[in-house]
C-alpha cells in the first residue's frame, strides 16, 4: 500500500496521523497500524475530553525509547558480518516493556515499530501488567549452523543487555526466534550480568523456568479467539475445514488445537509455497520437518501420500471454512480475501500480526465474515508469556492442564471485552474497533492516571 491510500479521519485524531506521517515519512507499516487504531479510537476520544486534552493519542504514537545497534560477528567460514539489531520500547505505562524478537532479513525500522505499537493495544487487552515493546535484527537465521546462530545471539545481547530487566524489559520470541534462541539469549544476559533473572526473558526451557503452554499458547489461542466468535453465531469448529498459513511456531500450534476440536485442518506454508492435505496436516510429520529438521514445506508432500504442494500461489485459494493466517504481515491481500469469501469463509482468526492488508479485513466485514484482529486473537502467546513472568516471579510451576484452562479464560475475557466495547460504541460485531478500544481505554486511563511524562 501506498501512503495516498489512506482513507480520512475524524477531526480528533487526522492532525495525529498527519504528524506521523510527516516524522516517519518511510514506515509504511507503521503508518499501517496507527492509522487502523486511530481510526477506531476517534469516538473515543470525542466522548472523552479529557483524554483529548491529555494529548493522550500524540503520546501513543510516540516511542518512549528507540534502542538501534550494530551486530557484528563471524560466519563459519571466518567471514565478518554486521546486522542491526533493534529494541523499540514504546509504552511501559501498564507494565515491564513487553514483546517479541524477531530476526528475519526483512527486519527494518518500519517493521519493529509497527509492532510494538500492537503489543501497547494487545498487552492491554490481556489485563496483565505489560507494556508493549518489540525488537529483533535483520539477521537471517535460515541455513545458518547452530554455532553461527549462537555466535549471532551473543553479540546481540552483548548491547541489549544493557536495557532488559525483569522490571524494565522482558522480550521472548517472535519470527525467527524461538527455543533454542532464546537459550543463547538467556544464557549471554546471564554470563554477562551473573544473574540468573528468569523473569528477564520468557518463552525459556520448560527445564530452566519456562512456563507449560507458552510454546503452544498463541497458535492455541487464536483458535480459541475463533472458537468465541463462532459461539456467538451457534458453531463451532466441529467438522470444518481450516486453512492455516506458516508453519512455524504460530502455526503448527493452531493447527493442532483446531483438530482437536474436530476440525480438519488441510493446508500450511512458508515462503516458498504451499501445502494442501485434505486428509488433515500430519502434524508429527510437520514438526518433525519445522522443529527437528529446520527443512521446507515441500518436503511435506514428498513424504505424505495425498498431500500437494504449490509453489508460490497464494494458500488462500485452498477453499475452507475458517482461516488462521499466521506467516507475516500484509500475506493476505483483497484478492485473497474474495477468494475465501467466494469460497464460504465464516471466521478469519488472525494468528500473525497484521496478517491481513486493510482492504481485505474491510472485504471480510462487508461479506459478514467474522474477523478477529491479531491484537486480539494472538494475544495468547504474550499473555502466556506474563504467566510465565508470574510463576518466576512467585518461584512456583503451573500443570500444562491449569495454564491451558488460564489461557483458555483469558482468550475468553478478550473476547468479551471487545465484543462489548463495540457494542458500546455502536458498531456491533466489529471486533477491529471492538479490540482496539478495549485496549486503547486502558492504556489512556493509566496515562492520564500517571500524568504528562
Ligand atoms: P516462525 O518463525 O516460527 O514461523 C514463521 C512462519 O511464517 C514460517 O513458516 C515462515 O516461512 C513464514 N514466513 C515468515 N515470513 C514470511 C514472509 N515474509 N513470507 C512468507 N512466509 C513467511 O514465527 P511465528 O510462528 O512465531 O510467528 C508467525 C506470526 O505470528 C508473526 O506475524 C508473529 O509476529 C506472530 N506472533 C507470534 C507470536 C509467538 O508467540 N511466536 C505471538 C503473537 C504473534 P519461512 O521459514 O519460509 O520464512
Ligand atoms: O507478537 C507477540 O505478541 C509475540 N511475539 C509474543 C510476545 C511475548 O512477549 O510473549
Known sequence: MTATDFHPLADS??????????????????????????????????????????????????????????????DDAGTLQVNRGYRIQFSSVLGPY??????????????????????????????????????????????????EV???????MSELWRHLGEHTDVPAGDIGVGGREIGYLFGTYRKITNRHESGMFTGKGTGWGGAEVR?????????????????????????????????????????QKATQLGATAVTASDSSGY?????????????QIKEVERGRIVEYAKRRPGARFVEGGSVWEVPVDIAVPSATQNELNLADAQALIANGVRAVSEGANMPCVPEAVEA??????????????NAGGVATSALEMSQNASRQRWAFADSERKLREIMGDIHRASFDAAERYGVPGDYVAGANIAGFERVAAAMLAQGVI
Open 364 to 377: 471480510f466485514q462487508s461479506a459478514g465474515v467474522l474477523f478477529a484482529p491479531g491484537k486480539a486473537a
Open 150 to 156: 549462537m555466535r549471532f545471539c551473543q553479540s546481540f
Open 215 to 255: 510454546t503452544e499458547a498463541t497458535g492455541y489461542g487464536a483458535v480459541f479467539f475463533a472458537q468465541e466468535m463462532l459461539a456467538v453465531k451457534g458453531d463451532s469448529f466441529e467438522g470444518k475445514r481450516v486453512g492455516i498459513s506458516g508453519s512455524g511456531n504460530v502455526a503448527i500450534y493452531a493447527i
Open 13 to 74: 485524531v487526522q492532525p495525529v496521523f498527519d504528524t506521523v506521517r510527516t516524522r516517519s515519512p518511510h514506515e509504511p507499516e507503521f503508518q499501517q497500524a496507527v492509522h487502523e487504531v486511530l481510526h477506531s479510537i476517534g469516538p473515543v476520544l470525542e466522548r472523552h475530553p479529557e483524554y483529548a486534552a491529555a494529548g493522550i493519542a500524540q503520546r501513543i504514537v510516540e516511542p518512549e525509547r528507540q534502542i538501534m545497534f550494530r551486530v557484528p560477528w563471524v
Open 275 to 287: 501445502v494442501v492435505d485434505d486428509a488433515g496436516i500430519d502434524l508429527d510429520l510437520l514438526r
Open 98 to 147: 513487553k514483546g517479541g524478537l524477531r530476526f528475519h532479513p526483512s527486519v527494518n525500522l518500519s517493521i519493529i515499530k509497527f509492532l510494538g505499537f500492537e503489543q501497547i493495544f494487545k498487552n492491554a487487552l490481556t489485563g496483565q501488567g505489560i507494556g508493549g515493546a518489540k525488537g529483533g535484527s535483520d539477521f537471517d537465521p535460515h541455513g545458518r549452523s547452530d554455532a
